[in-house]
């Protein structure tokens, strides 16, 4: 599958046809999508309210806190564009949605017991198969989504082989990129709607349906430190409550939960 056969595909697509996915672009390989991303909202002034930039390849893939994100061929890594239209106040409740929106349809399509581990890495088996990087600027979202698909582990650095996984791996056979990235618009779509029926609220019971470590003890790692408490669930606007060894419910807004499996 090369970019020019994922460009026709995502035009021909009769289920993107009535999508609000009005501007996609696909490359073979580029620095970062997301990089690319903001510098269409900037060059391009858009007059739509939703986009994509798709790249198969990425030589500068950014990751969460400042660190890189590991692109290889045969991968999927994607930025959308969202168009805010939720109330200032509202803003922090939309981060966990892709995370949401991909394991769900890992779950629904190819039956793999994806899970979201809080905001937004989506695990397979306990090991990372998605990274999710939010960013907002103005009244733009742009959220970046890399889901390791076909790519061999070899190809990931030495220190990273141990935690993550890949749709294959875990499949043991290949995955149609094609497939995966217009399932992928398709449940975005509906979730950015779901989010806005729900007055610009998480949906609550449907991520702790897919919530890693929930009821259970997990690293957590805060603006002051990391500690050990009991994940106990999500609020509305996408805060993490975990119960610490004094018994307290907090909400944590700044962070994430930290474990995953090694092999
Ligand atoms: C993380 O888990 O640290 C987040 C990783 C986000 C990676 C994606 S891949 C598509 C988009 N472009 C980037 O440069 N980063 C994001």
Request: charged residues 20%; neutral net charge.
């Amino acid at each position: 599958m090369n970019a020019q056969q994922l460009q026709e595909m995502l035009q021909c697509s009769k289920a993107l046809a009535h999508s609000p996915w009005t501007s996609t672009q696909v490359h073979p390989e580029l620095d970062s999508t997301q990089k690319r991303a903001w510098q269409t909202i900037q060059e391009a002034s858009p007059h739509w309210t939703m986009g994509a930039v798709v790249a198969l390849q990425q030589n500068a893939g950014r990751g969460r806190l400042g660190r890189t994100w590991s692109s290889p061929p045969g991968n999927i890594y994607v930025s959308t564009m969202v168009r805010r239209n939720e109330p200032p106040t509202k803003s922090p409740s939309w981060a966990p949605l892709a995370g949401l929106a991909v394991a769900s349809i890992l779950r629904r399509y190819w039956s793999l017991p994806a899970q979201v581990k809080w905001p937004n890495d989506v695990l397979v088996n306990g090991r990372k198969i998605c990274g999710v990087l939010n960013e907002a600027r103005g009244e733009w979202r742009v959220t970046g989504i890399g889901i390791n698909v076909n790519s061999n582990l070899h190809h990931f650095p030495d220190e990273l082989r141990p935690i993550v996984t890949t749709m294959a791996e875990e499949l043991s056979h290949p995955v149609d990129l094609a497939s995966l990235l217009e399932l992928l618009l398709i449940e975005l779509a509906a979730r950015e709607e779901q989010f806005r029926s729900l007055g610009f609220s998480l949906p609550v019971d449907d991520y702790l349906e897919v919530m890693a470590f929930l009821g259970q003890p997990a690293q957590i790692s805060l603006p002051g430190g990391e500690s050990v408490a009991v994940v106990t669930g999500v609020r509305e606007d996408g805060a993490l409550i975990v119960r610490n060894d004094r018994g307290e419910l907090l909400a944590v807004t700044v962070g994430e939960v930290i474990h995953v499996r090694k092999r």
